[in-house]
Each structure stands twice: as structure tokens, then as C-alpha cells.
């Protein structure tokens, strides 16, 4: 199997127009700080160009083996590192994650994604994850998996078992990767995310706001993902979960206005993409949540937990989404406008 090497995208490229690539940080830096409303007029305006209008995709994640993780990204209550009062746990089984499958099915998800807490997984956890995502498969659900670090033979075998996409997040820009995790390089992250491309796989990219990191940052992980040739299908944007016994317990929370901003320069400079919203939905509150639809998120993580943090109830969003006259759209059929 060929293989691509990606690498970091230098600051000093020149301005496009929106989605169309390279993007510098400058130029992305100078969208996040346009007037608020000129902003999201803008992202509104890129989004019903591209996507059907008032349509919002449900995904659901489940974590299929958690905690025990030997990495020490900073942010993870799944991480051995800290003390969070997560329990590890074995690998599901065939049969119960088939059931949760089904249950997210009967709930009105189109994807599922399937989490677990590895640095890396041996060939042997490939076998195990492959039986798990042709079971998926099989219920007609897109499939989805985040496991870690992959070797190009081990994207390849998932990719043979049905994997429709695979999640591998940046996090945030290359020049604070160091102050989030210490256990692996940024590059080891561009470089499953290039295994995962050449096996035919689609990507799901994205990061975390609320770590301390400064404004250029976040234009810098914009910038990563927006430069990846092609940019992910599927960028979830998550606010992040300050979990007690994490080092980032005591971050300052996210100005939500700040966070809605990074969802409008995704969708500007990502246009085809489904932009998620991911974890910290709860914190932020439904009026930022209509907010960040306005911005162009189409995309939500589903169900009453995300791996090991609490989401919104399903019921809760389903009120929400009526009430904003949004739709869930099967995935299946969501292909860009
Ligand atoms: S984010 Fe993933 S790799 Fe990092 S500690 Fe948590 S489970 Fe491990």
C-alpha cells in the first residue's frame, strides 16, 4: 500500500478564497476576528451553498474499550496517568456492541462510532475491532472508529472489515501539541490520519478549544485540518470537558461566542465538510448550540454519553432541534449539495 507523508503547513501561505486551500494562519486568524455578525453571515452563507439547509446528521459514539490509556493527553479522563475515577475496562463484545448499535439505530442515529482508549492497537485488537465493525456494518449503519496510532496494513484491514471513516484528532495547533500530550509527536497524528486516506477511508478530524491555548492556536489548528489535501469529511469541534483529576481540570472556560467563531471559520474554510459538535455541548447551553447551527455545524454526537463524559439527553435534543425547525438527516443520504 502507498502511503502519503504529511507535514506541517508553513504560516506564511497565501490567502484563498473560502475552502478553496491553502489557508495561511494569518488568514484564518483574520476570520476568527471579524465583527461577530459579519462572521456568521458569512459561515450561513458558505453553509447553504454547499449543504442542504436546516438539515443536522446524529452520530452516537460508544466507548467499546475504556480507560487504561497509556498516552497523557492532558484533557482525557480515560488517560492511566490521572486519577478521574475511571475504571478500565476489557474490549466489548460482539454482541454487546451489536445491541448498542441497534439501540442507537432505534434512536435515530445513522452513524456509529466506536472509541477505544489505545496508544495503539496490536494486530490481534484489529481482528477483534474488524468483527465488531462488519456486526455494525451489518445493522446498515455507517461506521466509524477512533483507536489510536494505526500502521498503513492496519488501516487497510479496518477499511476490508467496512469502516466507513475513522476519528484521529489533531487537538489543536502543532506549536502547542507539547503543552496538551508528551507521549507522541504531532506528526505521529498526521501520519495515521495519511495511512488512514490512502486506505481509502474517509476522515474524521478535528480539536478541542478551552485548553489555554491562545487565539493564534486555534486559527493554527484550522489551518492543519483546512490543508489537508482533501480536508476531513467530518470535523468535530469539541469545547472542552474540564474532568476532575485531568491536568486541564482547572482551565478557564471557553468564551462561548469565542467557540461559536471557530465553528463559523470551519465551515468557511471546510465548506464540504460536516462540521460536529462534539463534547461540552452540555456546558454550552442551547442558545450557543442555535448559535453554532448558525455557524454551519450539521453534525451532533447523539445519546446521553460521549466515551466518558455526559452529552445532552436524546429527548432534550430532539426538542431542540424542532424548535430551531432543524431535521436529522441519515447520513447515508448526506452527501453535500
Ligand atoms: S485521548 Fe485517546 S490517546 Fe489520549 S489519553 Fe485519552 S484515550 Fe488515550
Known amino acids: 500500500m502507498t502511503t502519503t507523508t504529511l507535514q506541517f503547513v508553513p504560516p506564511c501561505l497565501p490567502t484563498r ?3 478553496a486551500g491553502p489557508w495561511s494562519v494569518d488568514a484564518i486568524q483574520a476570520l476568527l476576528d471579524l465583527p461577530f455578525m459579519d462572521l456568521l453571515w458569512r459561515a450561513q452563507t458558505v453553509h447553504r451553498e454547499h449543504w442542504p439547509a436546516g438539515e443536522v446528521e446524529l452520530a452516537t459514539l460508544l466507548s467499546v474499550k475504556t480507560g487504561g490509556c497509556p498516552e497523557n493527553c492532558g484533557y482525557c479522563p480515560q488517560s492511566a496517568a490521572f486519577d478521574t ?21 432505534n434512536a435515530g442515529a445513522t452513524r456509529f462510532c466506536m472509541g477505544a482508549a489505545w496508544r495503539a492497537p496490536k494486530d490481534r485488537d484489529i481482528e477483534k475491532m474488524s468483527a465488531l465493525i462488519a456486526a455494525v456494518k451489518g445493522l446498515g449503519l455507517q461506521t466509524c472508529a477512533t483507536l489510536g496510532m494505526l500502521q498503513p496494513h492496519q488501516a487497510g484491514a479496518l477499511k476490508d472489515a467496512g469502516l466507513d471513516y475513522y476519528n484521529h484528532n489533531l487537538d489543536t495547533a502543532p506549536e502547542y501539541y ?28 478535528g480539536g478541542i478549544i478551552g485548553m489555554g491555548e491562545a487565539p493564534v492556536h486555534r486559527a493554527g489548528l484550522i489551518a492543519q485540518l483546512a490543508n489537508l489535501d482533501p480536508y476531513p469529511e467530518s470535523v468535530p469541534i469539541n469545547s472542552l470537558v474540564r474532568v476532575p483529576g485531568t491536568p486541564m481540570a482547572d482551565s478557564d472556560p471557553v468564551d462561548p461566542l469565542d467557540f461559536v467563531r471557530v465553528i463559523a471559520v470551519a465551515r468557511i474554510t471546510m465548506p464540504r465538510a460536516r ?3 462534539s463534547a461540552g455541548r452540555q456546558q454550552l447551553g442551547e442558545a450557543v448550540q442555535a448559535l453554532c447551527f448558525l455557524a454551519g455545524a450539521n ?4 445519546g446521553d454519553k460521549l466515551l466518558v463524559t455526559g452529552n445532552p439527553e436524546a429527548q432534550d435534543d430532539a426538542r431542540l432541534l424542532a424548535r430551531l425547525g ?8 448526506a452527501s453535500p449539495a
Do not use: N, W
Open 17 to 19: 478564497s473560502a475552502g
Open 85 to 105: 475515577g475511571v475504571q478500565a475496562q476489557k474490549l466489548m463484545d460482539v454482541a454487546e456492541v451489536t445491541a448498542a448499535a441497534q439501540a442507537a439505530k
Open 178 to 205: 507539547q503543552d496538551v500530550v508528551s507521549t507522541r509527536q504531532y506528526q505521529d497524528r498526521l501520519d495515521t490520519l495519511a495511512h488512514v486516506r490512502a486506505a481509502g477511508i474517509k476522515v474524521c478530524a
Open 275 to 277: 462540521v460536529r459538535l
Open 299 to 302: 453534525s451532533i454526537f447523539y
Open 326 to 333: 432543524l431535521s436529522a438527516r441519515p447520513s447515508a443520504s
